[in-house]
């Protein structure tokens, strides 16, 4: 009966910081492969040209599909996003 009760292990204990740091390098990472990208002369003008109307497209009023209609209007803006991140995320890591 003289025996101590063991603490309760703390929230550390689950949860390592080390993936979440090495999470967040990985971030910094694309998000400065991205910027070098932009500013790189040997970059692709076309790609930065077409990068920057997807934006452009997706934040504009007109659209192939109009916005009104629910849903399915927002899946030509979803579609040319993915095109557009997928794109850039590849071009980006020969900039990291």
Do not use: N
Request: net charge negative; glycine share 6%.
């Amino acid at each position: 009966m003289g025996q101590e009760a063991e603490p309760l292990p703390t929230v550390d204990a689950y949860a390592p910081e080390e993936p979440v740091v090495a999470a967040e390098k990985r971030r910094a990472g694309h998000l400065v492969g991205m910027w070098r990208f932009f500013r790189a002369r040997d970059a692709s003008l076309l790609g930065k040209v077409l990068l920057v109307l997807s934006v452009v497209y997706v934040l504009s009023p007109i659209d192939l599909i109009p916005d009104v209609l629910p849903v399915v209007g927002w899946i030509d803006d979803l579609i040319v996003s993915i095109v557009a991140a997928t794109y850039l995320f590849r071009s980006a890591q020969r900039y990291r």
